[in-house]
């Protein structure tokens, strides 16, 4: 079989996923933040905070070195900050401050417009189903694992 790099899916999601991530790291880098500190700051606004690094780790499928690191940006940001668990001295729970509250509005903004960008060309009904084959494709890799 004969492979092609421009007519692999693949690539053209990793290009897309790049060229996304270049415009949103180009406008957070005005408030001080990244694609990854958004990542733990998104999951925080959404699924709550006071979750342990574990649950993050798991959920945002980033080693745990590398989101270590991404927590210590956010802390020293006063973004967020770790609290020992009450029933287990060893467990650290993530928690949200007030000037992290904040920034869920301008990263919000800021998705939005690159989102819009991203659908320019396309027509509500491409949209759809283009969600749709994305969502289709990363369940057929969840399943892989």
């Given at each position: 079989?004969?492979?092609?790099?421009?007519?692999?899916?693949?690539?053209?999601?990793k290009k897309i996923y790049q060229e996304t991530g270049?415009?949103?790291?180009?406008?957070?880098?005005?408030?001080?933040?990244?694609?990854?500190?958004?990542?733990?700051?998104?999951?925080?606004?959404?699924?709550g905070d006071g979750q342990t690094q574990k649950d993050?780790?798991?959920?945002?499928?980033?080693?745990?070195?590398?989101?270590?690191?991404?927590?210590?940006?956010?802390?020293?940001?006063?973004?967020?900050?770790?609290?020992?668990?009450?029933?287990?001295?060893r467990v650290k729970r993530i928690y949200l401050t007030?000037?992290?509250?904040?920034?869920?509005?301008?990263?919000?903004?800021?998705?939005?417009?690159?989102?819009?960008?991203?659908?320019?060309?396309?027509?509500?009904?491409?949209?759809?189903?283009?969600?749709?084959?994305?969502?289709?494709?990363?369940?057929?890799?969840?399943?892989?694992?």
């Amino acid at each position: 079989m004969d492979f092609s790099l421009h007519e692999s899916i693949s690539y053209w999601i990793k290009k897309i996923y790049q060229e996304t991530g270049h415009l949103y790291n180009e406008r957070l880098a005005q408030y001080g933040l990244t694609t990854a500190q958004v990542s733990v700051l998104a999951l925080l606004w959404n699924s709550g905070d006071g979750q342990t690094q574990k649950d993050l780790h798991e959920k945002l499928r980033i080693r745990p070195a590398s989101l270590s690191n991404v927590l210590d940006m956010l802390v020293a940001g006063g973004w967020v900050m770790r609290k020992q668990d009450s029933d287990d001295a060893r467990v650290k729970r993530i928690y949200l401050t007030e000037a992290g509250f904040a920034q869920k509005s301008v990263c919000a903004d800021i998705l939005a417009d690159i989102e819009q960008h991203v659908r320019k060309n396309l027509a509500p009904e491409e949209t759809a189903v283009l969600l749709m084959w994305l969502k289709k494709i990363e369940g057929s890799l969840r399943k892989e694992e």
